[in-house]
């Protein structure tokens, strides 16, 4: 399969399925837009009328041309056929049940009230709780246990608000590290926060031992101010950006992002993406926001065609800064088109429900944080191992190839068929489609490559 496009000045030919990216001039273009639609000696004649105002587009030139796309295609790197779709349930199979990574959702408790939180201001629909050492210790156990050969595991502190359970946090970091050494493991640490309760100790701790540090920022003092408020209903942008700063300032270089939402009242996002810049942070992510479609918060349709655009605008930022020589980092833009991931990765996805879960409180498993709650998509717990096979497999047997709406997606090798939680909760199955964030993503990762052909220039 391949997607033509044009952006930022480059003609740009994406084959899906190779992964091959080319970036041609416009009668070249036009030559691979007809080259399986009609014969050879049906193109050239339509090519030189196309081109005949240019003079150097000649019959040598176009039939030139033709003889490259077929020699790409005989190398594979033009109009490959899809062949992963046999193997795709089978990548699964080989994990052999390996989990790699857990949540653990240390605080079903926030000490903001977020009115678009999708965790229900982190109680996520039930009680308000804290892990106990006791719990988190085990779910440590249980990836321990169940993660075969793997050694470098990965370990989230999620909320709700994790730093309300910070001594319960250190005391796991502090448990993991104890045990690696003989268990053959390397525990790798991301701390998620509002930053409400960042303080120096906050602070010394992430830096040594937190892999990365997410940061809830959502850009514009106004924009963070109408959502992200306190239980008195105040805004928390003034306390938290210097909170912020100094973390970011203290961490030398280590792995950090600023995680901000958009939603209906700030479609036009650039404009906080270039505030939190104002702010010193380089490192950025701006989500479209999850919510109940009749959530004042939700995009519309009449939201997207802005959207698009300030994805653009944004591509277009990020090569100014970088001629500049002031880069910064967008998260949905950092794509390898060198190595990138595995096949395995490119149709299976985020492994949630597999090699991913979550952990509540309790030590209840989910197949990710954004099913926590929801009683049937419980899959045990970290005491009693996963007990809900039938929920299990459906996950196992979630990939690109199980959802109908993906197979004539150019995008589909780049996104695996999207998340999971998102497709459940806007057509009920885990296997359908979220169509508006599937639209999102195809612009991204149109800017994407965009951005690294033009870094190649």
């Not at 998509?377 to 809900?388: A, H, I, K, Y």
Request: some cysteine.
């Amino acid at each position: 399969m391949v997607h033509q496009y044009k952006l930022g000045g480059y003609n740009i030919v994406l084959d899906t399925c190779s992964g091959s990216v080319h970036v041609v001039d416009e009668a070249a273009y036009d030559v691979i837009a007809l080259y399986k639609e009609k014969p050879r000696e049906e193109i050239v004649p339509l090519i030189l009328e196309k081109y005949a105002h240019r003079p150097e587009v000649t019959r040598e030139e176009v039939e030139g041309c033709l003889d490259a796309v077929a020699g790409l295609e005989a190398k594979g790197q033009l109009f490959t056929p899809d062949t992963f779709a046999p193997a795709a349930g089978a990548f699964k199979e080989k994990s052999g049940g390996v989990v790699k990574a857990l949540c653990l959702h240390v605080a079903h408790s926030c000490n903001l009230k977020c009115s678009y939180c999708f965790a229900s201001q982190g109680e996520f629909h039930g009680e308000r709780a804290l892990m106990p050492f006791a719990v988190g210790k085990r779910a440590l156990d249980f990836l321990v246990e169940h993660s075969g050969s793997r050694r470098n595991l990965e370990v989230d502190f999620f909320g709700g608000e994790p730093l309300l359970n910070w001594g319960v946090v250190k005391q796991l970091v502090g448990y993991a590290r104890s045990i690696e050494k003989q268990a053959g493991k390397n525990f790798r640490f991301t701390l998620t926060t509002n930053g409400m309760l960042i303080d120096e100790e906050v602070i010394g701790f992430a830096n040594r031992e937190m892999s990365n540090v997410v940061l809830s920022l959502d850009g514009r003092q106004e924009v963070h101010d109408r959502f992200r408020v306190d239980w008195q209903g105040q805004g928390s942008y003034s306390r938290v950006v210097p909170l912020f700063q100094r973390l970011v300032r203290a961490r030398g270089g280590k792995g950090y992002y600023m995680r901000g939402t958009f939603t209906h009242h700030n479609p036009d996002f650039l404009q906080d993406i270039q505030a939190m810049l104002g702010l010193g942070f380089t490192e950025l992510s701006m989500e479209p926001v999850v919510c109940s479609p009749d959530s004042p918060a939700a995009l519309t349709e009449a939201d997207k065609p802005i959207v698009m655009e300030q994805y653009e605008k944004l591509a277009g930022l990020m090569l100014e800064r970088k001629r500049a020589g002031k880069p910064f980092t967008f998260y949905h833009y950092m794509v390898d088109l060198e190595s990138g991931p595995c096949i395995y990765k490119r149709i299976s996805g985020c492994g949630s429900g597999t090699e991913y879960m979550a952990v509540t409180p309790w030590g209840d498993l989910y197949p990710c944080h954004q099913f926590v709650g929801e009683e049937k998509f419980r899959l045990g717990s970290v005491f009693e191992g996963v007990t809900n096979a039938a929920t299990q497999e459906e996950f196992r047997q979630c990939n690109v190839y199980a959802r109908p709406d993906c197979q004539d997606c150019w995008a589909k090798l780049y996104c695996a068929g999207g998340c999971a939680a998102n497709a459940y909760h806007a057509t009920g199955s885990i296997s359908g489609t979220y169509r508006y964030g599937c639209e999102l993503f195809k612009k991204r990762m149109e800017c994407a490559i965009m951005l690294q052909a033009a870094e190649a220039e």
